[in-house]
């Protein structure tokens, strides 16, 4: 079983729906959690970063962590064609451990 | 200020050659990082360094080799290239601060190697 699971997709969308991106883990030690977005011949790039569990929220982006149920959100409102890439999850249990586990990423299309 | 950059962009190495892949950043960070991504598979940490000369494996380090001499480069050795290699790598950084700076990691553009 992989550590961190993540649906690859892929995932299309008509401009200004709402998207839901999921992963789940297995590692009940992970503590931080991270969605990178990715686009495309681009390496990736830190979106949303949170501790624990609960909501953070910025802008059209919100991040959710349950880690009751290992399992955390990336949800997008009012998509933009512009969100189109791969969205990757990281986790990691030290802060500042330098391996952070990634999941396999999910590639999303906003459609106009 | 350019981040991270890595050379070269494209590559088609034949069966048993070697490589080095370049890598530098700008941001005096200590921590650098290298991975290799194959479609649908994510990022796997081939190896990385928390300074100069001081390097240890990630998850995938056989066929590779790196070294540290300078807080700005991180060079990766492919010694024998083997069709399994063939993949998009690449090189990141962040800061050693610990906080959420060190779990954001600057990536560079990549490097997209084929061995035939």
């Known amino acids: 079983q992989k550590e961190v699971e993540q649906d690859p997709g892929p995932l299309s969308v008509p401009e200004g729906a709402i998207v839901s991106l999921n992963c789940t883990y297995s590692?009940?030690?992970?503590?931080?959690f991270m969605w990178y977005r990715q686009y495309s011949r681009k390496g990736p790039e830190l979106l949303m970063y949170?501790?624990?569990?609960g909501n953070k929220e910025d802008g059209r982006f919100t991040a959710q962590v349950d880690k009751s149920s290992k399992y955390i959100s990336l949800f997008i409102r009012d998509s933009q064609p512009s969100d189109s890439a791969t969205y990757l999850c990281?986790?990691?249990?030290?802060?500042?451990?330098?391996?952070?586990?990634f999941g396999q990423g999910t590639r999303l299309t906003i459609n106009p | 200020n350019a981040g991270v950059t890595q050379t070269p962009k494209f590559r088609i190495l034949k069966i048993g050659q070697s490589m080095t892949l370049q890598c530098a950043q700008d941001m005096n960070h200590n921590y650098m990082y290298w991975y290799r991504q194959d479609p649908g598979m994510g990022l796997k940490l081939i190896y990385y360094s928390v300074g100069a000369g001081i390097t240890d494996k990630g998850e995938v380090p056989n066929g590779y080799n790196v070294s540290r001499s300078t807080t700005e480069d991180f060079p990766l050795r492919l010694e024998l290239a083997a069709p399994s290699q063939t993949s998009v790598y690449f090189c990141a950084s962040s800061s050693s601060r610990v906080g959420p700076s060190t779990d954001t990691q600057y990536f560079g553009p990549g490097t997209r190697l084929t061995v035939l």
């Open positions: 949170t501790y624990s569990s």
């Open positions: 990281a986790m990691n249990t030290i802060q500042g451990a330098q391996k952070l586990v």
């Open positions: 590692n009940s030690a992970f503590q931080y």
